[in-house]
């Protein structure tokens, strides 16, 4: 399977919100409510920030949010701060107990 | 606290095999499923494979399937990664993750690097 399409790249200022989009299929992200996002720092393991589509881990800021309509999932984050500066990963079931990742997005925070 | 390690990384032959392992601890190992991703030199995660809490149902990605081999020992909770047949492409810091039935994965372990170069 392909994997889910992130734009390579958003950018923000301070205080101002960015969207991170996921587009798969119907097969993954259409068909199941178990979309997950993933920050990772570079040289550091990925940290979970959303799963089940929009629901927060205890400890994630309520600055992040995430959403889904039809086969894209959306990770937003509020508020920018300058140590939200990573890479973003969307994952979602893709039925048969398997699993498919974007391809990742760098957030830069200007 | 949640731990997982990762160990059992080198630098191998095309051709080769290694066998990885991720230690555990901090949760009651054998009753989640478990999974293995991994992430290539500068680029994006890669689900490679899942095993269930029993160790009865085990799943791959299609790039590895025939290759590797994912398997735990809930009595040392610990899982492997039997890799076998090894290629350039598979070359990458590979990540334990503690699977939440399928939805998403909790935490993650620093990572092992496998290198495939002769």
């Known amino acids: 399977q392909s994997a889910l399409t992130q734009p390579r790249s958003v950018s923000g200022s301070p205080g101002q919100s960015v969207s991170i989009s996921c587009t798969g299929t119907s097969s993954n992200v259409g068909g199941y409510n178990y979309v997950s996002w993933y920050q990772q720092h570079p040289g550091k393991a990925p940290k979970l920030m959303i799963y089940?589509?929009?629901k927060r881990p205890s400890g994630v800021p309520d600055r992040f949010s995430g959403s889904k309509s039809g086969n894209t999932a959306s990770l937003t984050i509020s508020g920018l701060q300058a140590e939200d500066e990573a890479g973003y990963y969307c994952c979602s079931y893709a039925g048969s107990s398997t699993k498919l990742f974007g391809g990742g997005t760098k957030l830069t925070v200007l | 606290e949640v731990q997982l390690l990762e160990s059992g990384g080198n630098l191998v032959q095309p051709g080769g095999s290694l066998r990885l392992s991720c230690a555990a601890s901090?949760?009651?190992?054998?009753?989640?499923?478990m999974s293995w991703v991994r992430q290539a030199p500068g680029e994006g995660l890669e689900w490679v494979s899942v095993i269930s809490s029993s160790g009865g149902g085990t799943y791959y990605a299609d790039s590895v399937k025939g290759r590797f081999t994912i398997s735990r020992d809930n009595s040392k909770n610990t899982l492997y990664l039997q890799m076998n047949s090894l290629r350039a492409e598979d070359a990458a810091v590979y990540f334990c993750a503690k699977d939440q039935s399928n939805r998403f994965f909790d935490y993650w372990g620093q990572g092992t690097l496998v290198t495939v170069s002769s």
């Open positions: 901090g949760f009651t190992f054998s009753s989640f499923a």
């Open positions: 089940d589509v929009n």
